[in-house]
């Protein structure tokens, strides 16, 4: 692989982290529209988005949504969104993993950082508050 390819893929790598308040509207017009563009950025990856509470699929439309790339990953109670984000972020399959796994820890960053390398992807973790 070319060195400059390589280090602007890397470059892209890496864990965002958003704090937006639970206010309703704000969620559905600033982050629906976010998540309606980043569901077009590449063909061949997905965009997996881990246990979102309740998402409305026709708003996600109305924004102009490719349902189609979009991964809607929800889980059960024994599972843990950490692991189910480091997951997904390492496999490979998805170029954003956006999630909201709460408070993290400096080394559960570290670890979800080295995800996001290993599978050449970017997390975009939600906080609310």
């Known amino acids: 692989m070319n060195t400059a390819i390589a280090k602007q893929q890397s470059a892209q790598n890496g864990i965002t982290e958003l704090v937006i308040t ?19 950025l590449e063909a061949d990856r997905w965009l997996t988005w881990i246990n979102p509470n309740s998402i409305d699929k026709q708003a996600l439309i109305s924004y102009g949504a490719d349902l189609g790339r979009i991964r809607l990953v929800h889980l059960n109670p024994q599972q843990t969104e950490l692991w189910a984000v480091w997951e997904a972020m390492s496999a490979g399959n998805s170029h954003t993993v956006v999630a909201s796994p709460g408070l993290t820890s400096a080394k559960q960053l570290a670890q979800l950082e080295q995800a996001a390398d290993k599978g050449g992807c970017q997390g975009l973790m939600l906080r609310f508050r």
């Open 22 to 40: 639970n206010n309703q509207d704000q969620y559905q017009h600033w982050l629906l529209p976010m998540i309606a563009h980043l569901s077009h």
